[in-house]
């Protein structure tokens, strides 16, 4: 058992969850009343005690046609995951023979590249917190790197920044991977908060696995549930030896059925609702004279605060959001380079949550180490 942690140090979840008034704007989740659609779909799985059976081992045929076509790629299949990241897992492992590195980006999200790296594969993280180069890693950067065989990790719209890559910048990076006979993995979790959004499969079809989740616009991240989205002789090479031969979670999907069934009514609700948020935390931050915002507009369902300036380290103001039930998340998780110079605030979140955040952050004026 993981005790609490104490001082600085990020608390666990399972401590979290015991704390019922929190505000949970740390971990990019989606905390709205959910579709009435969505939940009756999940009773009805649990009346008919589908919990007791297991899925089809890619996923339900409905599901996954409905995953292709939200995402535009005709001729594309989809394999449904646990969660996108069971995907990814299973992308930088199960491909690891014929990967010869993984390019990766600071900030950005760790995993990718530890995964590979169990099977001994090795990593080059090139840095992007830089606004000349609008957040964003660039093709120059991968050009000076890549080698063939890399898998070249695009998170876009990029957690935990917000900034997005337009086509212009994907089709150079395409180029790159098709000279090089690479692969790209497209990290496409927060495509549905981002305006103007591009697909490199679009670009790169043959070479571009692209990772979906329901985790984030959809709000089911309890119930684990992604896909990774490829034309069929690509994703082949993943299915032949699926790491989830029973199948992902049976009552998620016919979630997921339902909500992409009402994506446009629900999804309108909830961008709507993750601006006004965005905007008061804005507002806040401007009003505080604490921090800067890093990227806007965000593109995904979240903001950076750089805090460089401020005397706070993000550990430290991290713990003193806690202190007023708002858990926010530092950068130090996604970024060793540049960590303590952010935050990171989930902004799809009920609109009182937001306002909780306004009055903890005004109140933070002064860093412990200053007082």
Request: net charge negative.
């Amino acid at each position: 058992m993981t005790a609490p942690a104490t001082g600085t140090a990020a608390p666990s979840f399972e401590h979290l969850l015991a704390r019922d008034d929190l505000a949970w704007m740390g971990q990019n989740t989606t905390h709205l009343e959910p579709p009435a659609e969505v939940v009756a779909a999940l009773e009805a799985s649990t009346r008919r005690r589908e919990f007791q059976l297991y899925a089809p081992a890619l996923g339900f045929e409905q599901l996954r046609s409905m995953i292709v076509e939200d995402l535009g790629l005709t001729g594309a299949d989809a394999w449904i995951t646990d969660g996108a990241v069971g995907g990814l897992h299973h992308i930088c492992t199960g491909l690891a023979g014929s990967i010869s590195r993984v390019i990766t980006s600071d900030p950005g999200w760790p995993w990718p590249a530890r995964f590979a790296g169990l099977e001994g594969v090795p990593s080059t993280t090139l840095d992007l917190y830089s606004a000349e180069q609008g957040y964003r890693v660039t093709a120059a950067q991968i050009a000076a790197v890549i080698e063939p065989r890399s898998l070249i990790y695009l998170i876009d719209p990029l957690n935990p920044l917000g900034s997005r890559y337009d086509r212009a910048e994907l089709t150079a990076i395409a180029a790159l991977a098709r000279e090089t006979g690479s692969l790209v993995v497209h990290d496409c979790t927060y495509r549905h908060f981002a305006t103007g959004h591009t697909l490199a499969a679009e670009l790169y079809p043959e070479g571009t696995l692209t990772t979906y989740s329901f985790s984030k616009w959809l709000g089911l991240a309890g119930l684990r549930l992604g896909a990774v989205v490829a034309v069929p002789e690509l994703l082949q090479r993943l299915t032949a030896v699926p790491s989830n031969p029973l199948g992902a979670n049976i009552s998620a999907q016919r979630a997921a059925i339902a909500g992409l069934t009402v994506k446009d009514a629900w999804l309108a609700r909830v961008r709507e609702t993750n601006t006004r948020n965005q905007e008061t935390v804005r507002a806040a931050v401007e009003r505080s004279g604490l921090g800067r915002m890093v990227v806007w507009p965000s593109h995904g369902n979240f903001v950076a605060v750089d805090i460089a300036d401020s005397g706070w380290t993000a550990d430290d103001l991290c713990a003193a959001m806690l202190d007023h039930d708002v858990f926010i998340r530092p950068g130090t998780y996604q970024s060793p380079r540049f960590g303590e110079r952010f935050v990171k605030v989930s902004t799809s979140v009920p609109e009182e949550w937001a306002e909780r955040f306004a009055v903890a952050w005004s109140s933070l004026s002064t860093p412990p180490r200053t007082r």
